[in-house]
């Protein structure tokens, strides 16, 4: 059985293991005060082009927006986010559960623009409501999609011209940055964004995420925020070796690159066998479309989600590939679904 599943099933990269091994026995600075926490925050920072930001290192997705939105939001004010979106379907109403609502726009591609936001700030008119003042994105989306520099500009622009907070949910960041159709740099994300993350557990990371305030009124007493919630971890550098490790060369991108050129494998030979997808995305995540008869067959030798019904006969599935996924792994899954292809008469009458 080989996992399609998801991006994180692999422990880590052999040099993050190999640094935390070298490193065991070193007596530091705890509560990410030490000499590693230090040298990961002036890295990214040399990597970002830009001074003026606070970083601060999060073992998780879930844990980073929720202790960040808790933190940003006044009691009464509300995050916007797209009807897919991690910290609205995925996340267990964590942002809620602090006192915050997060108000749901129903969009196509996983993708939020001005109108939608405009179109909730115009729904939501005086203090009988939650005021929206926080703009919540993933990049790429829950569903693959990738958000281009003219895109998140036009988002900026607009939150910036109505005093909202934009914030960037870069859980596989990597993968966006290093997609094909991609035409962002990191640089580009601490100019456009108040906040964003930079997804290490996703990408060859044990586990970790780091956290980027641009927004000076954001900075304040932030860590009293990570301590409340739980987040500020005794161990602190376990989580700043690791994005040393990825970010002292091409590491964290190279693995990205890696994860993409598997997805767009499948992709490719998905699309030629004639089959559709749910979405374009061009990113490690994929979305094809394929007869319920074949999903279950394929399901004997291979791990994925069902991602959606379409119709009584068909489904689509999630395949996500990582920066660990061996291509003769998926070499065998195209064999594999060319074959139930071939041995299925009349397959596209159906879908």
């Known amino acids: 059985m080989y996992s399609f599943k998801n991006d994180y099933s692999e422990g880590t990269h052999p040099r993050i293991l190999n640094a935390l091994i070298a490193s065991n026995l070193e007596q530091t600075e705890g509560y990410g005060k030490d000499r590693y926490t230090i040298q990961a925050i002036e890295l990214l920072k040399h990597k970002i082009k830009y001074s003026n930001i606070d970083i601060h290192f999060f073992s998780g997705g879930t844990q980073t927006n ?131 993350y930079i997804g290490g557990t996703k990408n060859g990371a044990l586990m970790g995420e780091a956290l980027v305030i641009c927004k000076d009124r954001l900075k304040e007493d932030f860590r009293f925020h990570i301590k409340q919630k739980g987040a500020l971890m005794a161990k602190g550098r376990i989580l700043s070796m690791q994005f040393l490790e990825l970010f002292k060369d091409d590491l964290y991108f190279n693995l990205a690159r890696h994860a993409n050129k598997m997805a767009n494998l499948l992709s490719k030979e998905i699309s030629s066998m004639g089959y559709k997808f749910l979405i374009h995305s061009p990113s490690n995540q994929i979305f094809p479309i394929l007869p319920n008869r074949i999903i279950e067959e394929l399901e004997k030798k291979y791990a994925f989600y069902v991602w959606s019904k379409i119709d009584h006969d068909n489904s689509s599935i999630r395949l996500v590939t990582s920066w660990a996924t061996k291509e003769d792994a998926v070499e065998a899954f195209i064999e594999d679904l060319k074959n139930l292809t071939i041995s299925s008469p009349n397959i596209f009458s159906l879908l």
């Open 66 to 196: 929720l202790t960040s939105i808790s933190a940003f939001l006044k009691p009464h004010e509300a995050v916007i986010a797209a009807n897919t979106a991690h910290i609205l379907v995925h996340e267990t109403g964590a942002i809620e559960a602090t006192g915050h609502k997060v108000i749901s726009i129903e969009v196509n591609d996983g993708k939020l623009n001005s109108h939608h936001i405009k179109s909730s700030l115009d729904a939501h008119t005086d203090e009988h409501m939650v005021k929206p003042k926080l703009v919540y994105i993933s990049n790429p989306t829950e569903v693959g999609s990738i958000y281009t520099k003219a895109e998140l500009e036009q988002i900026s622009s607009f939150c910036r011209e109505n005093n909202l907070i934009l914030f960037i949910d870069g859980a596989r960041l990597g993968s966006a940055l290093c997609s094909d159709e991609n035409d962002l740099e990191l640089a580009d994300l601490a100019k456009l964004s108040d906040a964003f």
